[in-house]
């Protein structure tokens, strides 16, 4: 049973660049959150998605930060015009329902040049 | 506002020790709370969590955490730790019974000399 599939694990862009971020939940989670983490920060909630719903982004940049959770396919947490700032770890977790523990990805390590 | 405050950034100390790390939250209502572990370059791993009962749980990897409702508290421990255990460790928190987002303490690093 494959956990929390999150890539790629490294990713690598240029200020001005897109970075395009996936997440395959566990098998029979239906429920999607990204986190970031900053360094010497810990992790900060960015949003909620369930399948074609997003139902809380409230920790999103108001700006050049989406996301998305497709009927088919993988969550997609997506960064336009990536600047240093948004160097970080973003981690996605899936959950079967909205309560309880969730499993984490290994996350994506994002680093702006 | 809610918050989870972690005191310690950085413990070290020898196997065989003993370990506490301390949590805390500010928040009147209910809460669960969850202690994860983030080895290097891997990804966060729960040890515990705690949403009704019993104030001491235990985990995995032979720690355990007491809720203490009066102090806002839920501190990990474990009696000896190993070297194998060096790895940061975050406390989190579902600020209210229904509540699927967490929130996160800026994490203990903990790093065990053999």
């Known amino acids: 049973n494959a956990g929390v599939m999150q890539n790629p694990r490294h990713l690598v862009r240029r200020r001005g660049q897109e970075a395009r971020l996936r997440c395959s939940p566990m098998?029979?989670?239906?429920?999607v959150y990204w986190y970031r983490q900053l360094p010497e920060e810990g992790l900060k909630f960015m949003v909620y998605?369930?399948?074609?719903?997003?139902?809380?982004e409230s920790g999103m940049p108001k700006e050049r930060f989406s996301a998305e959770f497709p009927k088919e396919g993988p969550s997609i947490l997506r960064i336009q015009q990536v600047v240093r700032g948004d160097s970080a770890a973003y981690f996605c977790?899936?959950?079967?329902?909205?309560?309880?523990?969730?499993?984490f990805g290994s996350g994506t390590r994002l680093t702006v040049v | 506002a809610q918050s989870v405050s972690q005191h310690n950034h950085h413990v070290i100390l020898s196997e065989a020790a003993s370990l506490e790390l301390g949590c805390n939250y500010s928040?009147?209502?209910?809460?669960?709370l969850f202690w994860y572990v983030q080895y290097p370059g891997q990804h966060l791993q729960l040890l515990l969590k705690?949403?009704?009962?019993?104030?001491l749980v235990k985990g995995i990897k032979g720690f355990e955490a007491e809720f203490i409702k009066s102090k806002f508290s839920f501190n990990l421990r474990k009696p000896s730790v190993q070297w194998s255990d060096t790895a940061e460790y975050f406390c989190a928190v579902h600020f209210g019974a229904g509540s699927y987002q967490l929130t996160f303490g800026k994490g203990t690093k903990l790093s065990v000399i053999p």
């Open positions: 705690y949403f009704s009962g019993d104030p």
């Open positions: 928040y009147g209502g209910t809460v669960n």
């Open positions: 098998k029979g989670h239906s429920h």
């Open positions: 977790a899936s959950s079967p329902g909205q309560h309880g523990g969730y499993t």
């Open positions: 998605l369930q399948k074609e719903n997003i139902i809380d």
